[in-house]
């Protein structure tokens, strides 16, 4: 069965957090819902279920991250997916320069697509790659830095901090959206988050008074930088080949 477009259609009852939140962009956030409901569906990055829930569970829920983000800031988005937060923030607030990292094809595809169809190409890039990759740069590449770095629903905090610390300037922030085990991973996580440069986490409730329940947030600055220690390379024999087959997986 097609998707419905109209799955996507903004409930009466958010029409209020939408206008808020959007401003005069939401047309925009409207078409994107729409495209979610649609070429997201097909292509299997949204489950057919999320259809209805699209705006309160996803579009308001990463647009209040907006509050945590200074005016033209630069930003990554982690692990973007879909575009979420990432594609959202940069409707929601067209002065940020986006960056959507996202290692899968099918997904990349989707959101060059995305971008284009909303008209947002001088606002927002792709970058196909790990954030490890992003960060490390190449020849012909300088690393990407930004002065936020989002992420949702990627990974615990302490991998995150691991991929997401890197890509931020210092002083800059990692604004990580989690659930209700977000002062669990606070708790658990923070000596490794110091470890790698970040500041104290901090729990923060996006959105209060405008979508309910408020959006939670970890939020790290990076307050100082550290070093990663590079990958050793395979050890070479006697011969000066390398151990281990020429094909071998990383």
């Known amino acids: 069965m097609h998707p419905d477009p109209a799955d996507a259609s903004l409930p ?5 957090a939408a206008r808020t939140l959007f401003g005069d962009r939401l047309d925009l956030a409207a078409a994107y819902a729409e495209l979610l409901a ?3 569906v097909v292509r299997g990055l949204i489950g057919p279920r999320e259809t209805p829930r699209l705006w309160d569970r996803h579009l308001l829920n990463c647009a209040v991250v907006a509050e ?3 005016e033209g800031a630069s930003v990554i988005d982690v692990g973007s997916g879909a575009g979420l937060p990432g594609l959202v923030l940069a409707i929601a607030r067209p002065d940020l320069t986006v960056t ?3 290692p899968l094809a099918r997904r990349v595809s ?3 697509e995305a971008v284009q169809r909303l008209g947002l190409t001088r606002s927002v890039r792709v970058f196909r790659g790990r954030a490890e990759e992003a960060a490390a740069g190449s020849r012909d590449r ?3 830095t930004a002065d936020v770095v989002t992420a949702r629903a990627v990974a615990a905090l302490d991998r995150l901090a691991t991929w997401c610390l890197p890509l931020t300037v210092p002083g800059g922030r990692l604004l990580a959206l989690k659930g209700a085990s977000a002062a669990e991973e606070i708790t658990e996580h923070a ?11 901090e729990l923060h409730r996006c959105g209060v008074g405008v979508i309910e329940p408020a959006a939670i947030v970890v939020e790290v600055v990076r307050e100082r930088v550290v070093r990663q220690p590079k990958a050793k390379g395979a050890k070479r024999s006697r ?4 151990r281990g087959g020429r094909n071998r997986d990383r």
């Open 100 to 102: 959507l990292v996202e």
């Open 68 to 70: 945590r983000i200074p």
């Open 142 to 144: 300088d690393p990407l």
């Open 239 to 242: 011969g000066g080949r390398r």
């Open 110 to 112: 989707f959101l060059v």
């Open 38 to 40: 649609t070429e997201g």
């Open 191 to 201: 000596d490794v988050v110091a470890r790698l440069g970040g500041g104290e986490p």
């Open 12 to 16: 009466a009852e958010l029409a209020e």
